[in-house]
């Protein structure tokens, strides 16, 4: 395994992060695809075997039963100082600003209720889920401050964001002494590579990793025309995101398809090849051993410039879909 500096921070990641969406009871939240504990703890000991440090799960995962299971797995087969834990919080809801809870409580409250479902006394990245536009970005970023000052948190990231806000919050917090954000959690894949636009310039221009989520499409790009599994079948909220362009799309997924069987390797490996040209470390959710040792391939793999230029030739513009679609001002 390969590993990276995590942006301005001092995190060594390894270059694959193991998405924990996967991870929870399933009657506990927003999927019904998620393994159960058992098998949870085998895909993350198989990670941890295999060289994987860097592990991402959030609150807002399966009612925070996926933090559960990840705490309890990583405080079992590793130690605290050699893993990477990542986990999200999510804005302000509606009760709590009636109530008055403003920023700063919100975050102490949600970092502290993470901190005891993962079994650990500080988070190594604390990621903002999405932006908040009820709440002064001042307040969320004196809240994370004051979070790194307490040693809750070594660092401290954003998702689901517009390159402006991302601009934004680190240019106040660089005016007040405060800690910046190291790191952006975004979508990107092969068929769907809007934060080139913006994005992307930016964290290449201030050294900010870039750690997308959806590294393979919910599947789509692991998987040859006609195959399927579970979680194509059942995550509804994917389907939205890649149902309308999928004819598109799948000038794409064939020329993956295609490299994958000329190299004698897999389509994970291939799509996961060209994302690690772009970025620091793709959130790579595995519900299966299989999966981690094709995120693995997708490390060793090298892809020529002509294989490159022949996967990225053929993309459209999209509209922005998922969480930024639904999360508008």
Request: aromatic fraction near 8%.
């Amino acid at each position: 395994m390969d590993y990276i500096k995590l942006g301005n921070s001092d995190l060594m990641v390894s270059r694959i992060c193991i998405g924990c969406m996967g991870f929870g009871i399933a009657e506990a939240g927003q999927h019904s695809w998620t393994l159960d504990e058992k098998h949870s703890r085998e895909i993350i000991k198989y990670a941890l075997d295999s060289g994987i440090n860097f592990f991402d799960t959030a609150m807002a995962y399966q009612n925070g039963t996926s933090e559960e299971f990840v705490g309890r797995a990583l405080k079992d087969f590793s130690n605290r100082e050699d893993v990477i834990i990542a986990t999200k919080f999510i804005p302000r809801s509606p009760d709590e600003i009636l109530a008055g809870i403003n920023g700063q409580q919100h975050i102490a409250n949600m970092l502290d209720a993470s901190l005891k479902r993962l079994c650990t006394d500080y988070i190594d990245l604390y990621i903002y889920h999405m932006w908040d536009y009820n709440t002064p970005i001042e307040e969320i970023m004196e809240g994370l401050n004051t979070a790194v000052k307490e040693k809750k948190v070594r660092a401290i990231g954003i998702s689901n964001c517009y390159a402006w806000q991302l601009a934004k919050a680190n240019a106040i917090a660089k005016m007040h002494g405060w800690t910046q954000f190291v790191s952006v959690q975004g979508h990107y894949n092969l068929i769907f590579r809007e934060e080139e636009r913006e994005m992307v310039p930016l964290c290449n221009e201030d050294n900010i990793a870039i750690t997308p989520y959806s590294a393979l499409a919910g599947g789509r790009l692991a998987k040859s025309p006609g195959e399927t599994s579970k979680r194509l079948q059942e995550d509804t909220f994917a389907k939205g995101k890649y149902d309308v362009t999928a004819k598109q799309d799948s000038v794409i997924i064939n020329r993956v398809s295609e490299i994958a069987n000329k190299k004698n390797t897999t389509m994970t490996a291939v799509s996961l090849a060209w994302l690690l040209t772009k970025v620091t470390a793709p959130v790579v959710g595995a519900t299966k051993i299989h999966h981690i040792d094709g995120a693995l391939d997708g490390v060793n793999l090298k892809l020529t410039k002509q294989e490159i230029d022949y996967l990225e030739e053929a993309y459209q513009p999209h509209k922005l879909v998922g969480v930024m679609a639904v999360n508008p001002k």
